[in-house]
DNA sequence: AGAACATACCTCGAACCCGAGGTATAGCGA
DNA sequence: TCGCTATACCTCGGGTTCGAGGTATGTTCT
């Protein structure tokens, strides 16, 4: 998820650990914040992969900064992660948020796009609740504790609320490419 | 996570591996699925911890069975860490859902529910957004990116559903306990 | 001139997690 | 009786993440 997130960043425009650091805190940081201690490994794994090149600029600011490029091998591996996540950042919302906030680097491949939406669709739609009785979903208004039927609740309104979204979102998608 | 989330599943009654196993898999599992691989030595863990016993008993099962009860300490360590959460607890909606699904095992204390609540309330009073000019948060309704506009939709409809029942609950909660 | 802070990068150990694989037994149908 | 599936548990290696700490240099305030 990380990997993700820093490859969409650096597909915008190079950018040097620092300033990256910023952007994921932006992203992600206020529900989970990301440390040095995760940021440059992360990076350097990503550099021996080959996809992204560091160049050392000996600019005005205090340490050497090395701005970050992203590789042609880290573009592709980028756009190929975006046409087909894995399951996990379909069904976990924090990796689906980073897949949604660099999904329009597939701007060209509109179909790919409705792909990607339509799998988190008919994830959202399976009939799944978290507490079963034998394995019949229990719904909100069957549960007494009311902690858990408040997190029912949540779930299905946010549920929804994407739905919508989603719906609204592929009708428009197919209009462009039918 | 998964600690909070076993020794919660085991202070309703004592289970075994495979038991806790398919709670869990309810509970989490569509969203993210743990491994055995991850489960056991998590036991293990908290049975090296004191949190937990195992008792060997010669069922009329397969293998033999491992019934996992929670010692006094696991009892203090989950009540404690419901109390207090940590931050993560409470950023995260994956962490907090698990808090959610256990609270009620605070219910003899109503006070320290409602604290815990008003913590989350905060933090999603808190103006942020995914993506900022400078430090301003960019609105949803600012954003070309149909995505990320998506994104910011569905986070403020989860918000808003999430923040009405927060405040409910928190009225209802200070009716027991004034 | 000195302190304080922001910028910028990096390392290390500990913990954690996952997937793949392994070991059993019980029960059921072919 | 053979194989399949379900139950039940465990290990191992590889990878990821975190927090705490370290090392510099610039800028700003006092």
Redesign the interface.
Known sequence: MLKLAILGFLHDRPLHGYELRRHLA???G???PISDGTLYPAIKRLETDGLLVRETEPGTTAAPRHTLHLTEAGRAALLGRLREPEQ?DI????RW?TV??F??HLDAEPAA?AAVLRRRLDFLS?P?????DGTRPIGAEEVG????R??L???R??SE??LT??RG?LA?LERTAP
């Open positions: 932006a992203l992600t206020h529900v989970r996990l069904s976990d919302e924090n948020f949604l906030a999904l329009r796009q399976e799944a609740s978290f507490f079963y504790d009311p902690f858990r408040g997190l609740l949540i779930a309104a946010t609320a994407e979204w989603l979102t428009e």
